[in-house]
């Protein structure tokens, strides 16, 4: 039973760095001469490169909708982290289950990354165009997500095998 809770760990950290990549980063969007992410705009003309912030009020609704939905899947995922590697040592936290908690906020953690991206999805070629295309930021995203149901899937039997 080591193995699974050893796979249920690693894969809980591989979507979380997925997810927290993603978040941090400014590819989510692509075009020749610049990239869009969450949080800033960057262009890139011959060797000249810069950044700027979105300006305060200006982002469309969806971004903030896809930023809110990819925050509580972030903190979902920590607790799946901690409370998963909490299952090496022996304390309890009272009635919880450990495996099961982490199994649920791992569940969670997908559900709102699911949100997130597809509201991102659904809205973003009402702002950015056709002429853009998606970048590697937003593929991290989505692959984030099945990785948090597979954690889910991995640790609910971890709660079988524990009170066995």
């Known amino acids: 039973m080591r193995i699974?809770?050893?796979c249920a760990v690693i894969c809980a950290f591989i979507s979380l760095l997925l997810l927290l990549i993603a978040l941090g980063s400014d590819y989510w969007m692509v075009g020749s001469n610049a990239n869009y992410g969450l949080w800033k705009v960057c262009s890139h003309f011959g060797s000249s490169y810069s950044c700027i912030s979105y300006p305060m009020g200006?982002?469309?609704?969806?971004?903030?909708?896809?930023?809110?939905?990819?925050?509580?899947?972030m903190i979902a995922g920590v607790v799946s982290?901690?409370?998963?590697?909490?299952?090496?040592f022996d304390f309890q936290f009272g009635f919880l289950s450990r495996a099961r908690t982490s199994a649920i906020a791992s569940l969670v953690a997908a559900g709102c990354v699911l949100?997130?991206?597809a509201t991102f999805t659904g809205c973003e070629?009402?702002?950015?165009?056709?002429?853009?295309s998606?970048?590697?930021?937003?593929?991290?995203?989505?692959?984030?997500f099945p990785l948090f149901l597979i954690t889910g899937g991995l640790a609910f039997p971890l709660d079988t095998a524990g009170s066995a």
């Open 4 to 6: 699974l809770q050893i």
């Open 58 to 73: 200006s982002e469309p609704d969806f971004i903030h909708a896809t930023r809110a939905f990819m925050f509580l899947g």
């Open 81 to 88: 982290c901690i409370i998963l590697c909490g299952t090496f």
């Open 115 to 117: 949100i997130a991206m």
């Open 125 to 132: 070629g009402t702002v950015f165009g056709p002429e853009l």
């Open 134 to 144: 998606y970048g590697w930021s937003f593929g991290l995203g989505w692959a984030s």
